[in-house]
């Protein structure tokens, strides 16, 4: 039995590629390498380079490899940038997602891990965010993964496929041994940019809206370190191997930082005190996401290990220094 990883060579992919292997698991990754890295991958695991709507490349690389799984993370993920090019959006996220889940149908796969996310809530008129929410993402990133999710529900009414969509809140935080990390030179993730700006390689940052209606008045979010999102996708796919029903669950902690409390954060723990400039707000940044966390301990019986804002912050910084000692950036 091998798990089939889309994406894996992307920051939360090759986490959970790491996780499979230390859980002594067979992994096949394939990955068009537009925003990840083949160097992320230990030299063991099988790179295929391709997309993940090539039908025909899918199908022979579940049968040559005996695929039983697929854990579905590739897409482009960049809110902004869905607002200026959403047919591109549309396209590799949700139409190649469905030639990939048909792929899957046809070469009798029987498991899916979908890696959904917050934005499919829009701005929740309730936090903590239960999955039961009416859905009304504000972005075409979003819609883009809430029709993948549609199709995935669909096509496992039809097919007898059996699915965890899991809706991944902020994602931070690397291996906590050091094999991996978010290594995207321009990502906009918060962490990822203080870390950055601490180490010297931006000259400030900035935090986008004071005025929200939150205790300090910056966005607060729930941010779930990336071994611990791994480590959620490994109960689900043991939960689906047991035969046990399709789930939709949220990935988070059940508890928010605000933007301003995480470069707090960041500046002790690097011990550096940076240039923060304050802008106005962002369009479409709702003012709280904080994820209502039980139902996935529930029902895969997760636990985190890693629910703690410093220790998530020292990883990313370790990381951070790691790219750049060894020139990957
Ligand atoms: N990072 C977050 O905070 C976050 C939050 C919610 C959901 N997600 C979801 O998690 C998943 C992984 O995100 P990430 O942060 O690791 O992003 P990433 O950009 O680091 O990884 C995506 C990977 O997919 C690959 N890829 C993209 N399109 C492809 C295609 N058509 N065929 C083959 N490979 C393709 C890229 O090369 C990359 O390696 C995405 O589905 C994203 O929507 C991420």
Request: charged share 20%.
């Amino acid at each position: 039995m091998t798990v089939l990883v889309t994406g894996g060579a992307g920051y939360i992919g090759s986490h959970m590629v790491l996780a499979l292997l230390d859980a002594g698991e067979e992994v096949v990754v394939i990955d068009n390498l537009s925003t990840g890295f083949d160097w992320v991958l230990p030299p063991e695991v099988e790179l295929v380079v391709g997309d993940m709507g090539d039908q025909a490349l899918v199908e022979g690389v579940i049968r040559r490899r005996g695929v039983d799984a697929i854990a579905h993370f590739a897409a482009k993920i960049v809110v902004p940038e869905s607002v200026a090019d959403p047919l591109g959006y549309y396209l590799n996220n949700t139409v190649k997602s469905r030639a990939l889940i048909e792929a899957a149908v046809r070469a009798g796969v029987a498991h899916f891990i979908f890696s959904s996310t917050a934005a499919v809530y829009g701005e929740p008129a309730v936090v903590p965010v239960p999955e039961d929410l009416p859905l009304s993402p504000v972005s075409p990133y979003g819609r883009s993964k809430l029709m993948t999710e549609w199709m995935l529900a669909d096509a496992a009414y039809a097919h007898g496929l059996r699915y965890v969509v899991l809706r991944y809140f902020n994602v931070a935080g690397a291996d906590p041994q050091g094999r991996a990390g978010q290594s995207t030179p321009n990502a906009t993730h918060l962490i990822k940019v203080a870390a950055q700006t601490a180490l010297g390689d931006r000259p400030r940052m900035e935090v986008f809206g004071t005025d929200y209606p939150t205790a300090d008045g910056s966005c607060v979010r729930d941010y779930i370190q990336v071994s611990d999102l791994a480590a959620a996708h490994l109960s689900a796919l043991a939960h689906l191997r047991k035969g046990g029903e399709s789930l939709t669950l949220n990935c988070g902690y059940g508890r928010g930082y605000s933007v301003l409390e995480v470069i707090e954060v960041v500046k002790r723990v690097s011990g550096v005190d940076f240039e923060v400039r304050i802008s106005p707000r962002r369009p479409g940044d709702p003012a709280q996401i904080v994820a209502k966390a039980d139902r996935i301990r529930e029902r895969l019986g997760w636990r985190p290990h890693y629910d703690d804002l410093e220790a998530i912050v020292a990883q990313a910084l370790a990381w951070e220094r790691s790219l750049k000692q060894r020139n990957l950036r």
